[in-house]
């Protein structure tokens, strides 16, 4: 049961040569309610790494701003940032040492780019690491690891990576019982961390919904 | 499944004449899915000491990283590099310190004392260790096989060459039948002039 919570949402990666791909679907939804779908699960901890999670939703958002504001204080206080490696053996320790005191129930899957190249870290909710070229986390995976076992090779490019997510999403979108209509693609390469489309261009970062008709208004006023 | 097995992986060690040797499979799952095969889960902890370390990965890296931390220490006080005895003690304090809410995790200890006498050991989540005078220490999924292997093949008085060849017979024999470890493997045989590494081809990669 405590790992059924953090099954049906979809992560998935991808490392090339010189970047790696994340995506993530974008609904939150808990038993059958679906609270909203334009969910935003990969995290920026900061200018060239990325962190995606999955979980019950306080668990993922308290964990990934937890990882995110140390990292921040790390690089204030050092006047550098940690590496990729670094920042996700910290997230492992913090994630190992809650384990048994107040777990969190959250699956991540921790990207960045630092002076080594490209890496991706799969974490599990129990804090077992491994740094792998390839990694999806819950049902989705069950789906999509086997596209990436056959499509990725070592060194792709960035269009190479995205027609594989493509077919990792088609089958999800095909074969998987929930609704996977929307996915959340980010990448990490030597110029950062950017928001991308299915066909690699850049977007901008997805603007919050606001309900409140007046707040409209006053936005586009400003323009 | 036991939570022992829920990663898989399988460790085993054996003494020989002058010399030790440690084999570690690569499998990193969860469950019956496969996450990596390039997962071994042995370390060198000193110029003549490995340790493997199996069971919950969360723990078996707990306990690599904590048990690291302690010989890096004690390195520092004592200006001398400790021997597998004084490791497997402490491994095993280690492991008792969490009598009530274990690590998921054993260690098990591979390496030439100072005098190059050859030592294994071994423990259980809480700590109990094995017979210091073992001629082999087996821990994993598939440590039942493992074993059994070990007991059939093992004489004393082998040398690094035919103890190496001997340890990677029971090894693949062992992970060839056990779906939750294999995917590679590893050997570390530990001589005096130090610890040489060898992965294995050839093995069943299912």
Request: glycine residues 8%.
């Amino acid at each position: 049961k405590r790992r059924r919570l953090t099954m049906a949402d979809i992560l998935l990666g991808v490392t090339g040569k010189d970047y790696v791909l994340l995506a993530a679907d974008r609904s939150a939804a808990r038993s059958i309610i679906v609270f909203k779908n334009d969910e935003d699960k990969i995290l920026e901890l900061d200018s060239h790494k990325l962190m995606a999670t999955s979980g019950p939703q306080g668990d993922r958002t308290n964990f990934g701003e937890y990882i995110q504001r140390n990292l921040q204080l790390y690089n204030l206080a050092n006047s550098v940032p940690l590496s990729t490696h670094g920042a996700a053996n910290f997230a492992r320790r913090e994630l190992a040492e809650a384990l048994r005191r107040s777990p969190w129930q959250v699956n991540s899957l921790i990207a960045g780019f630092d002076k080594k190249g490209p890496s991706l870290y799969y974490m599990d909710y129990m804090a077992s690491m491994h740094k792998v070229d390839k990694a999806a986390h819950g049902y989705g995976a069950y789906f999509t690891l086997s596209v990436m076992d056959r499509y990725c090779v070592k060194d792709m490019s960035l269009e190479e990576g995205l027609s594989v997510l493509k077919k990792c999403i088609h089958e999800l979108q095909t074969r998987f019982l929930l609704k996977c209509n929307s996915f959340i693609l980010k990448v990490v390469d030597k110029d950062g961390t950017r928001i991308i489309d299915m066909d690699g261009n850049t977007v901008e970062p997805p603007k919050p919904k606001t309900f409140n008709k007046s707040d409209d208004s006053d936005s586009k006023a400003d323009e | 499944m036991s939570i022992f097995h829920h990663n898989g992986g399988a460790v085993c060690a054996m003494i020989g004449k002058e010399c030790a040797a440690i084999a570690t499979d690569h499998r990193l799952g969860v469950g019956f899915q496969l996450i990596s095969c390039q997962r071994p889960k042995v370390y060198q902890m000193g110029p003549k000491v490995c340790v493997g370390v199996t069971g919950l990965s969360t723990d078996a890296q707990t306990v690599y990283e904590k048990l690291k931390f302690r010989i890096k220490m004690y390195t520092l006080r004592e200006d001398r590099e400790i021997s597998p005895k004084a490791l497997t003690a402490m491994a095993s304090a280690m492991a008792y310190e969490r009598r009530f809410g274990p690590y998921f995790s054993a260690p098990v200890i591979c390496g030439l004392n100072d005098k190059n006498e050859p030592y294994v050991n071994g423990m259980d989540s809480l700590g109990a260790r094995g017979d210091e005078n073992a001629p082999f220490i087996v821990d994993g999924t598939c440590d039942e096989s493992l074993m059994g292997m070990c007991e059939a093949l093992w004489k004393p008085d082998m040398n690094p060459d035919e103890l190496a060849a001997v340890l990677e017979k029971c090894m693949a024999n062992s992970l060839n039948r056990d779906c939750l470890s294999g995917w590679g493997m590893t050997i570390y045989v530990i001589t005096k002039d130090g610890v040489s590494t060898r992965e294995v081809q050839g093995t069943r990669m299912d």
